[in-house]
């Protein structure tokens, strides 16, 4: 009786336990990992950091002072209305399978993150995890795009440019590379970008810089950098975010993420030297805005191959991408006499151009990567990585050229000559950055 008893209170002891059990216990058993999880939080946070708030320090110190707040005011809105446009279907159409057009575009299955919960699992991720984890890259891509019209561009233009943008150039290309679409189908190699995110935004730069024409002044008259102090600050908050963003990608907490942000690393610390060595000689001093653009380089032209690649073969593509990108800037501005003001197409659209090329390269067993998709050779991978830099470059500009020339026909595109020579702080938030 005794026996039966205490069978009796363990039967109950456990019925007990079921009861109180959280169901993420459950999602753990199916197949749940807490250190991944962890993970990848801490990366979207990471990411997020980038944009919010380093890429607008680096990018706002780059500016003239009358138009510091005009920076960070689009950053921080196209932070905003990203998050908004995700949650409404942003991530369902990148990342739901099932559409009559799956390999083109998702479904609106998950539209408003339906059928997204607390307990439903991505991978070893929950999925709000992984969805929170890819908007911080569909927040920081358009973003980019902002140093190809600064200073002259409205703010009434920015908001729907972006909403129109998202909808019609980043989330199809993000699709088609990492959400099941065409691209990922054929073997494209992207972990964490190239294509994605520094070609899209790089090109959509060159257009908007193109169908915006130059700032007054562009090539008569000298537009220094007014806080190069703050530009470090921001490049500084970009190489530690960095780390999010490629090690985030592996989506794992292992020695992958491990391998990808030494690989990094090695990318950015090689093109910041590069792209310094090129100005010390050509121009006979290093400048810290030379040295920190040439990080970004870096960062930008490793992305693709980060999470294929050994720490040499970032160390190379970091050096590459300081001497190509380098002399692509000096191409754009004084060859084609096109004012990206920030230099967004020659730091991240030539970047992720030659980025996404050379990964069929360093990604290779020869060369001390992780081996090619599909165990490719190198000559095949290239024509691979080839089509899918063509494509996204054509698709970017032509969508991006059409998206502008159908909002002038709505409304004006850039303020007034004498709004530009007053400064969009005033002009369009009625603020001024400094009040000294």
């Given at each position: 009786m005794?026996?039966?008893?205490?069978?009796?209170?363990?039967?109950?002891?456990?019925?007990?336990l079921?009861?109180?059990?959280?169901?993420?216990a459950?999602?753990?058993e199916q197949?749940?990992?807490?250190?991944?999880?962890?993970?990848?939080?801490?990366?979207?946070a990471l990411?997020l950091?980038?944009?919010?708030?380093?890429?607008a320090?680096?990018?706002?110190?780059l500016?003239?002072?009358?138009?510091?707040?005009?920076?960070?005011?689009?950053?921080?809105?196209?932070?905003?209305?990203?998050s908004v446009l995700?949650?409404a279907?942003?991530?369902?159409?990148?990342?739901?399978?099932?559409g009559p057009l799956?390999?083109?575009?998702?479904?609106l299955q998950?539209?408003?993150f339906?059928?997204?919960?607390?307990?439903?699992?991505?991978?070893?991720?929950?999925?709000?995890?992984?969805?929170?984890f890819?908007m911080?890259?569909?927040?920081?891509?358009p973003a980019?795009?902002i140093?190809?019209?600064?200073?002259r561009?409205?703010?009434?233009?920015?908001?729907?440019?972006?909403?129109?943008?998202?909808?019609l150039?980043?989330?199809?290309?993000?699709?088609?590379?990492?959400g099941?679409?065409?691209?990922?189908?054929?073997?494209?190699?992207?972990?964490?970008g190239?294509?994605?995110?520094h070609?899209?935004?790089?090109?959509?730069?060159?257009?908007?810089?193109?169908?915006l024409?130059?700032?007054?002044?562009?090539?008569k008259t000298?537009?220094?950098?007014?806080?190069?102090?703050?530009?470090?600050?921001?490049?500084?908050?970009?190489?530690?975010?960095?780390?999010?963003?490629?090690g985030?990608?592996?989506?794992?907490?292992?020695?992958?993420?491990?391998w990808?942000?030494?690989?990094?690393?090695?990318?950015?610390?090689?093109?910041?030297l590069?792209?310094?060595?090129?100005?010390?000689?050509?121009?006979?001093?290093?400048?810290?805005?030379?040295?920190?653009?040439?990080?970004?380089?870096?960062?930008?032209?490793?992305?693709?191959?980060s999470?294929?690649?050994?720490?040499?073969?970032?160390?190379?593509?970091g050096?590459?991408a300081?001497?190509?990108?380098?002399?692509?800037?000096?191409?754009v501005?004084?060859?084609w006499?096109?004012?990206?003001?920030?230099?967004?197409?020659?730091?991240?659209g030539?970047?992720g151009?030659?980025g996404?090329l050379?990964?069929?390269?360093?990604?290779?067993?020869?060369?001390?990567?992780?081996?090619?998709?599909?165990?490719a050779?190198?000559?095949?991978?290239?024509?691979?990585?080839?089509?899918?830099?063509g494509?996204?470059?054509l698709?970017?500009?032509?969508?991006t050229?059409?998206?502008?020339?159908?909002?002038?026909?709505?409304?004006?595109?850039?303020?007034s000559?004498?709004?530009?020579?007053?400064?969009l702080?005033?002009v369009?938030?009625?603020?001024?950055g400094y009040?000294?």
């Open positions: 005794m026996r039966f008893s205490s069978h009796l209170l363990k039967g109950g002891a456990l019925f007990a079921l009861l109180i059990t959280p169901t993420w459950w999602a753990a197949g749940l990992d807490k250190a991944d999880t962890a993970w990848i939080l801490t990366t979207t990411v950091f980038m944009t919010l708030p380093g890429l320090l680096f990018y706002g110190g500016v003239r002072s009358k138009n510091i707040l005009s920076i960070l005011m689009q950053c921080f809105a196209i932070a905003c209305l990203v995700w949650l279907g942003g991530y369902s159409l990148a990342f739901e399978h099932g799956n390999g083109v575009i998702g479904s998950k539209a408003f339906a059928g997204v919960a607390h307990n439903t699992v991505k991978g070893s991720l929950p999925e709000g995890v992984f969805a929170a890819q911080t890259f569909a927040i920081i891509t980019l795009v140093g190809g019209f600064a200073e561009i409205r703010f009434a233009v920015i908001l729907p440019f972006t909403a129109l943008w998202l909808l150039v980043y989330i199809p290309v993000c699709h088609w590379v990492w099941g679409g065409w691209m990922q189908a054929a073997g494209v190699m992207d972990f964490a190239g294509v994605v995110v070609i899209t935004a790089g090109v959509a730069a060159l257009v908007a810089a193109l169908v024409g130059p700032r007054n002044g562009f090539q000298v537009m220094f950098p007014h806080n190069l102090t703050m530009t470090y600050a921001g490049a500084a908050m970009l190489w530690v975010g960095w780390f999010g963003f490629n985030g990608s592996a989506l794992t907490a292992d020695g992958s993420a491990g990808a942000i030494l690989a990094t690393h090695m990318g950015a610390a090689a093109g910041s590069a792209w310094m060595g090129m100005e010390w000689m050509r121009h006979g001093k290093p400048s810290v805005l030379g040295i920190v653009t040439g990080m970004v380089a870096g960062l930008g032209t490793v992305t693709p191959a999470g294929y690649i050994s720490p040499f073969g970032g160390f190379a593509i050096l590459i300081g001497v190509v990108c380098y002399l692509a800037t000096m191409m501005k004084q060859r006499k096109i004012d990206d003001s920030l230099d967004v197409f020659p730091v991240h030539v970047g151009m030659i996404t050379m990964t069929a390269l360093f990604a290779a067993p020869l060369f001390g990567g992780h081996g090619l998709a599909s165990n050779q190198i000559l095949p991978q290239l024509a691979t990585q080839g089509v899918a830099v494509v996204t470059a698709y970017t500009a032509v969508v050229w059409l998206i502008f020339k159908g909002l002038a026909q709505v409304m004006q595109l850039r303020v000559r004498d709004q530009e020579t007053e400064g702080d005033l369009d938030h009625d603020e001024r009040n000294l």
